[in-house]
């Protein structure tokens, strides 16, 4: 096995685990974003010590202890660093292992270990690793003592272990939000209402004078203010934004998706072999489209920042806290050294949403202000209007068959608004406040996310199947003035929709089961399996008599094309709207740590597919995001949960391969193709409202 | 206070509060939160459309966002501090951790007020009223379905 890329950057055995007061202190330079991922982690770190989990204290990422691990982001926690901390703590197990033996007197083989105290063969000796690392030298690379277990020997992963942080997340105060200091004073910033948009005027003295106004800062197009309260921050940031006067770029297309869909910037390779052009003139086309989305978080952003003049210290919930704590340098002129950034939870994020920005906004007040503890919490229309959207995209693909009815060729070209946007990815900070700054820091044209590293529009939009002539192309719209970034599975939830909607076509044309013709192009036995084991649980769903509007649909990806396995199934409902009743899925993401973990993120991404295929789109108003509440942008709604079952397929011997984001596409696609086989018209723009379905009937 | 102000008092889990009616247009979320530091109570969105700040008001399960500390003269309030963590939890969250039915967390604290306001007044909760309730509230992560099946388990078997 190849040493993993953070032991590589974080050599040491100190930088991930330490031995204190008989438990055991695991850093990650990951986050916990409510995925369960710390769990996950504690379990790995606990299995390879033989420790109980009750013994392991897990900490997250914060600049001043953690490795650095860039952004949680990717479904990457557990393959990335859970192999990290896997290695960590097997290095640390040997190292006290080998202290205890010099010192018993014993061979280090006949050393066991059971919740931290050592045995010589069954019998307890009077040392546990307690007594012991004091001697260990912790300065050791982790790659000269790592030998982790072999996964039969593993005890405590595979288990559906309850989340470490649960009861405080259900009756308690994790949140950032939650989070007081001394002589706390609370900011607003008076946001540009769209990227571009000039200060044309603002009175500042009579906002100085608002009741409870503390202090009122301004640097270019930016203006903010610290108040005694959170009410009288509000009051005074909203009284600024009615008096203010702005101008606003005159960029705006008329219909963003259009624009999207038309653009000629560059077109550029992702994958070809074979030649699919010369089957152009027998390709059956199919062109889908998304919306912008709102990552739509519960909780609007917020940050706590203190600076004392020397150092400025950051509790934020973004997903990356040393790309965070990078960026906030370069834009306050500081060196890297004298910001600190603490992960503290926020609501689920999903993505690159408000978190970074209000944590440069907090700092930026926060420098403004010394001495002073700054919470800025943004309001539900700041999380609308100024945190980046997940991109508009429209997917085009088409496909060539023989007399067979066997995919010969496949072309695929995704439009799509840049996904990779985070902060530091293309060279530049990339937070909003910064972009408006004197001087400002614009973002950097965006690269968005190359396929080597999973890929941002491209995602998914390389079929899994095996096609003998295959080209596939991206073109990035960078000339829409809308602010974008990543959003869990990035360009997968329309790329594998667009894939499977054309696949369940092609099967119709044949007169095909879906399952059949899908294993007839595949040549991936891990693949099948999941395609055929979600064949076998759902055989009662499919085997329901047809319906007046009513249908089941599959949809099957394999996360990034290197990830997790996942297959959905869904029964629909077609009457003025669409309802799903049912979604059936199974996934292979490789060794499992924590079942029920495994089966919570899956239900997850399920419901939120649904909720972005089935509800959700933008509103705009030239260059400004009009969504201001949930009242402009509904999600589901519990009343239209379906029934959602989730099996997993365990794979122990092979890599954990993540969870969180392999059945947004599947699911997408699933709905698509059910409401396909419910009224015989697919429906290509999300979201699928009854307008849409009225649309897709019209132009058929 | 000024000469005109009058008085406004409630009670918030079970503790006598008296504010003066200078203070009567402060959110009573801001209020339980950062005067009182009940910070169980959750900011999700200020117009009473999300369902986190919930709180249980003479009984009635109201948003605390849209409401404001003149609108509470008289009222007895109850946030989610009295939701007991470390001993005897409420059978509402010993539900919901059983079904480890939470992600990210921030909609729980909302739902779980409105729930036990819906128990208080009538233990024998009909499924639609539960549901009916449900929809109040929004969750972003996808737990709806572990939230039911959770709070379902509350409802007395019928027969």
Redesign the interface.
């Known amino acids: 096995m190849s040493t993993p890329v953070q032991i590589i950057e974080s050599p040491q055995i100190a930088t991930w685990l330490s031995f204190e007061a008989g438990r055991v202190h695991v850093r990650t330079g990951r986050v916990e974003l409510g995925q369960g991922n710390l769990t996950a982690l504690l379990q790995i770190a606990a299995d390879e010590l033989d420790v109980q989990v009750g013994q392991v204290v897990i900490s997250g990422g914060d600049t001043r202890q953690s490795p650095n691990e860039g952004f949680t982001s990717g479904s990457l926690s557990i393959t990335q660093s859970g192999t990290a901390i896997r290695w960590a703590a097997s290095a640390a197990r040997h190292a006290l292992i080998g202290v205890a033996a010099r010192r018993l007197a014993v061979p280090a083989e006949r050393l066991n270990v059971i919740d931290g105290h050592l045995y010589i063969d069954s019998e307890k000796t009077s040392l546990s690793y307690w007594d012991v690392a004091a001697d260990v030298d912790w300065q050791q690379d982790v790659t000269s003592l790592a030998a982790p277990k072999q996964s039969d020997a593993r005890q405590i992963v595979g288990k559906s272990i309850p989340r470490i942080d649960l009861m405080d997340r259900i009756a308690g105060t994790p949140f950032v939000h939650d989070l007081t200091f001394p002589d706390m004073v609370f900011g607003r910033m008076v946001h540009p209402p769209c990227m571009g948009a000039k200060l044309l005027r603002i009175d500042l003295d009579r906002l100085r004078v608002r009741p409870g106004v503390l202090g009122v800062w301004r640097s270019g197009e930016m203006v903010g203010l610290i108040a005694e309260s959170t009410h009288q921050a509000n009051i005074a940031c909203e009284w600024a934004h009615q008096t203010a006067e702005w101008s606003l770029p005159a960029n705006a297309p008329i219909d963003p998706l259009a624009a999207i869909s038309q653009s000629e910037e560059e077109l550029l390779p992702v994958q070809a072999h074979g030649d699919a052009s010369t089957y152009a003139s027998q390709m059956v086309t199919h062109k889908v489209s998304r919306p912008y989305l709102s990552h739509g978080s519960i909780g609007p952003s917020a940050a706590i920042a203190v600076w004392d003049r020397e150092r400025l210290c950051i509790w934020s919930h973004a997903q990356g806290p040393y790309p965070l704590r990078d960026a906030i340098a370069t834009v306050l002129s500081l060196s890297k050294e004298a910001v600190d950034v603490i992960h503290h939870p926020g609501a689920g994020c999903y993505g690159h949403n408000g978190a970074d920005d209000v944590a440069l906004d907090a700092a930026l007040l926060a420098k403004a202000f010394p001495g002073v503890a700054v919470k800025v919490v943004w309001s539900r229309a700041d999380e609308f209007q100024c945190a980046p959207l997940a991109p508009g995209m429209v997917t085009r693909v088409s496909a060539a068959v023989d007399s067979t009815h066997t995919i010969q060729a496949m072309d695929v070209v995704v439009n799509s608004a840049p996904h990779g946007n985070r902060p530091g990815r293309n060279g530049s900070p990339n937070l909003r406040a910064a972009a408006f700054l004197d001087p400002p820091f614009p973002p950097s044209k965006s690269n968005d996310i190359p396929l080597s590293a999973g890929g941002g529009a491209d995602r998914n939009a390389v079929p899994i199947y095996d096609i003998p002539n295959l080209r596939v192309q991206k073109r990035i719209v960078h000339e829409l003035p809308y602010r974008t970034s990543s959003m869990r599975s990035l360009g997968a939830h329309l790329n594998v929709y667009a894939l499977e909607t054309l696949m369940d076509k092609l099967a119709a044309d044949a007169s095909e089961d879906p399952f059949d013709f899908r294993l007839r192009h595949l040549r991936d036995e891990r693949a099948k399996n999941v395609l055929k084991a979600l064949r076998d649980t759902t055989a009662s769903v499919r085997a329901l008599p047809a319906t007046e509007g009513g249908g089941w649909g599959l949809g099957f990806a394999k996360y990034k094309n290197t990830a997790a396995y996942c297959a959905v199934l869904v029964q629909v409902e077609v009457q003025e709207r669409v309802r799903v009743t049912e979604a059936h899925a199974v996934i292979d993401g490789g060794e499992i740590i924590n079942p029920d973990g495994v089966i919570n993120q899956t239900e997850g991404g399920i419901l939120q597919a649904l909720s972005w295929t089935l509800y959700e789109a933008i509103k705009f108003e030239g260059p400004v995001v009009a969504t201001e509440g949930w009242l402009d942008y509904p999600i589901v709604p519990f009343s239209d949960v379906p029934k959602v079952e989730v099996h997993l397929i365990h794979q122990p011997n092979s890599p954990p391969l993540g969870c969180a984001e392999a059945a947004q596409g599947p699911m997408a696609a699933a709905i698509g193709n059910a409401v396909f086989r419910a009224i015989g018209t697919h429906v290509c723009d999300m979201p699928l409202t009854h307008d849409a379905l009225v649309q897709a009937a019209l132009n058929q | 206070m000024n000469s005109q102000a009058t008085l406004i008092q409630f009670s918030v889990n079970g503790e006598g509060l008296i504010v003066s009616s200078d203070q009567g247009d ?2 009573l979320l ?1 209020y339980l ?2 005067t009182l ?1 009940l ?2 109570v ?6 009473g ?2 369902g ?1 700040c919930t709180v249980v008001c003479d009984g009635k399960a109201i948003t605390s966002c849209d409401k404001v500390l003149s609108d509470m003269a008289g009222a007895v309030l109850e946030t ?1 501090e009295c ?3 470390e001993v005897d ?2 059978p509402i ?1 010993q539900k ?2 059983a079904h ?1 039915a ?8 909302g739902i ?1 007020m409105r729930v036990k306001a819906l128990f208080d007044s009538d233990p024998n909760v009909s499924e639609a009223t539960l ?2 309730a ?2 109040q ?12 099946q959770a709070l379902r388990e509350l409802l007395i078997k019928k027969g």
């Open positions: 402060i959110p801001h939160r950062d530091g910070h169980r959750r900011f999700g969105c200020g117009a459309t999300c986190a989610p939701l007991d963590t939890a409420h969250v919901l951790v480890q939470v992600q990210c967390g921030y909609c729980i604290s779980a549901d009916a449900l929809d509230h929004l969750c972003r992560c996808g737990t709806h379905v572990r939230i039911k």
